[in-house]
């Protein structure tokens, strides 16, 4: 018997501020937030640090989590090559985006099958009835709607500061390295990819646009907001401190994702404002040009109506 009710699933290009909208719903009681789950198959065990400060291997929430699951050495190596073949685009692609056609997909049904025993024990283990899955990728958010437990919270940001957050270095005290610095390019096709991903799964599933800077201007207003549009509800209220605070939930035990997620005490709510002054000014056109043809792909309407 399945223990989880609702997951959801945070979708979204890098740095479009999933950390701060995970920690925010684990602030409520009865959800459990964990960030990029799917860190769980494809980092070494050795590279992941737990939000709580512990290394993975010595980390005995995880341990109980994995054990309960039933995953055993076998399960965590035969992840890998499973998404590897269905968390593709050109797989979902091939399936015409359809969720009927990739439900009858036998790879699909045991990725699943997976997926959902860890989100029971995840479940079981930190007495929640929702989880918070934030591992962003577009495929994964095509996977997971195969279950009608999972709904998609897509995050917007504008495409610029996504990018010039790319191309500015920060210290990721969880993997002890500076964080990736992708190429100008790259950062763009992968937030092309993520708003299209989830623009064509809001016509099929549920899923709502969740924009960064009203997140921040107005946080309660926006969840609650997407969370009706979703038609979910969660267990417990988040719990504000103001209108732009929260107090953190206990027990947080985040895979990987920012830096900020190890940060304790009061969750201060408010947009980071993106640093030009750290891009080289030979790049400061093509960055500009390619959030401006970024805005013109994705205009707000290109969301369907989340279907119910
Ligand atoms: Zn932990």
Not at 111 to 126: P, T, Y
Request: charged share 25%.
């Amino acid at each position: 018997m399945g223990a989880v009710k609702q997951v959801i699933y945070i979708s979204g290009s890098g740095r479009s501020g999933s950390t701060l909208l995970e920690r925010i719903l684990h602030s409520a009681p009865g959800a459990c937030s964990v960030g990029e789950l799917h860190c769980l198959w494809r980092l070494p065990a050795d590279a992941i640090t737990c939000s709580c400060g512990a290394p993975f291997a010595a980390d005995d929430r995880w341990r109980r989590i994995v054990a309960e699951a039933g995953f055993d050495r076998a399960t965590l190596e035969e992840l890998p090559a499973l998404e590897g073949t269905v968390c593709r685009s050109g797989f979902i692609a091939r399936h015409r985006f359809s969720l009927d056609s990739l439900r009858a997909d036998p790879q699909v049904q045991r990725f699943l099958a997976l997926q959902f025993r860890l989100f029971d024990a995840i479940a079981r283990v930190s007495g929640s009835s929702l989880v918070v899955d934030s591992s962003k990728a577009g495929p994964r958010a095509w996977l997971l709607a195969c279950d009608p437990r999972v709904a998609v919270l897509h995050l917007h940001r504008d495409p610029a500061d996504v990018i010039v957050s790319w191309r500015s270095v920060k210290f990721d005290p969880g993997l002890g390295t500076a964080m990736q610095r992708i190429p100008v390019r790259a950062a763009a096709l992968d937030w092309w990819k993520a708003d299209r991903f989830a623009a064509l799964l809001a016509r099929v599933h549920p899923v709502a646009r969740v924009d960064y800077q009203e997140l921040c201007r107005a946080p309660r207003a926006a969840l609650a907001a997407a969370l009706a549009t979703l038609g979910v509800t969660l267990p417990g209220e988040p719990q504000w401190l103001g209108p732009d605070a929260v107090e953190p939930g206990d027990n947080y035990h985040s895979l990987n994702g920012n830096p900020d997620r190890f940060d304790n005490g009061p969750l201060r709510i408010a947009a980071r404002r993106v640093d030009w002054s750290r891009i080289a000014a030979a790049e400061r056109p093509l960055i500009r040009l390619a959030a401006g043809a970024l805005r013109v792909l994705s205009p707000r309407k290109s969301f369907g109506q989340a279907v119910r």
